[in-house]
């Protein structure tokens, strides 16, 4: 059915998408790179059996003395793994951090598609 369980139209911490008919929802275009980049970021290391060095666990930053460039360093490094981020133009990330949450702005260029992307979100604790 899929080519890839990145192919089925997933947002982290919500259900899987539902096609007209029933079935699981593939995703496509640039949410399909939205997708990658929020699972790579949010998912601890270690979580894939399979993949253990998966994931950047955003969320065990969230309230540590880690700085926001440590952090812009941390998706930087796995926006460059992701295949859906072109690297040219390189990405730009913006970290802000409040105590119990980090606000971070990615902007990049889907690879697949060749449109920008600007994707913007939270990661609060517990993420």
């Known amino acids: ?22 079935d699981v929802a593939a ?32 969320g065990r930053y969230v309230g540590s003395t880690v700085t926001a460039a440590e952090v812009q360093a941390l998706v930087q490094a796995h926006l460059a793994l992701e295949p859906t981020v072109a690297q040219t133009p390189a990405p730009q990330v913006t970290v802000t951090q409040q105590q119990t949450a980090m606000s971070i702005l990615i902007q990049y260029t889907d690879a697949p598609t060749g449109q920008a992307v600007v994707l913007g979100f939270e990661v609060g604790e517990g993420m």
């Not at 080519?3 to 089925?8: F, R, S, T």
């Not at 496509?28 to 950047?56: C, I, K, M």
């Open 1 to 22: 059915m899929f080519g890839a369980m990145a192919d089925m139209n997933h947002w982290m911490g919500g259900d899987l998408g539902v096609s007209p008919v029933g």
């Open 27 to 58: 995703v496509s275009g640039t949410d399909r790179g939205r997708q990658r980049v929020l699972r790579r970021l949010s998912t601890n290391p270690g979580a894939y059996v399979f993949q253990p060095e998966y994931g950047a666990g955003l």
